[in-house]
């Protein structure tokens, strides 16, 4: 086969030429998605709950909107906070490529039936939902391999070498 080209090298050139072209061709028809999804899509649900401690704040607050959260189309985790200042949230994370207008419509929807066990004081306060976008797409952790920096040389280190965007 190779000898049939290696003895017609006019007619190799001109398939090439043509292959090259239909691929050229090609390239623009083909489906390319422009900005692909790298982050999965979060859902934040804050609640504030005045004068509760962080403990009450978890047990009356975080822990219902968790359990009424379970069985969201799409969900792979969930993280809470409950701070003492009466603060709580949830963020809700989804796999890549979910709606995150559907996410938050779904949240929402869950939500309505968590609201009635929520305290007075929170329902009164209300419940925001949130589409959010802070997701962590890389970590980086510095150490020191041969134990001659100790943490506060390392955050020295890191404050006066790197630089944050």
Same mark, same amino acid.
């Given at each position: 086969m190779a000898n049939f080209f290696i003895?017609?090298?006019i007619f190799a050139w001109v398939l090439a030429i043509l292959l090259c072209l239909?691929?050229?061709l090609a390239i623009f028809s083909l489906p390319v998605e422009q900005y692909p999804d790298l982050a999965p899509p979060?859902?934040?649900v804050t609640a504030n709950y005045p004068g509760a401690s962080a403990q009450t704040l978890e047990n009356t607050v975080t822990q219902v909107i968790e359990q009424n959260m379970t069985g969201l189309d799409n969900?792979?985790?969930? /993280?809470? =906070? /409950?701070s003492?200042?009466? =603060?709580? /949230?949830?963020?809700? /994370?989804?796999?890549a490529g979910t709606d995150p207008d559907e996410a938050v419509q779904q949240v929402q929807n869950q939500l309505q039936s968590a609201m009635r066990k929520l305290p007075q004081a929170v329902q009164n306060q209300g419940v925001t939902v949130r589409k959010t976008g802070d997701?962590?797409?890389l970590t980086i952790a510095f150490v020191s391999t041969d134990g001659s920096m100790d943490k506060q040389d390392i955050a020295d280190y890191v404050a006066s070498n790197i630089r944050t965007r």
């Open positions: 003895d017609r090298p239909t691929g050229t979060n859902v934040r969900l792979m985790y969930m /993280s809470s =906070q /409950s003492g200042t009466g =603060q709580a /949230s949830v963020t809700l /994370s989804f796999k997701t962590n797409i």
